[in-house]
């Protein structure tokens, strides 16, 4: 019989002593869409747009 623990957030099997990185993924996620996100006048969030050159046929 196989000896796992179960994260609590993401349900993610991990073997003993492993901890899982849900948490900092998550956490790294936010602070990615924060950066690209801004309030507004009227306290709505809007998209930031600050590099829309072409670069090599993509926008970047």
Known sequence: MAYYNVCPICGAT?????????????IMEQARLEKK??????????LKF??????????G
């Open 14 to 26: 991990l073997d003993p002593g492993e901890h899982c990185d849900c948490e900092d993924k998550i």
């Open 37 to 46: 996100l801004k309030m507004n006048s009227t306290g709505q969030y809007s």
């Open 50 to 59: 600050e590099n829309t050159e072409k670069k090599g046929g993509q926008y």
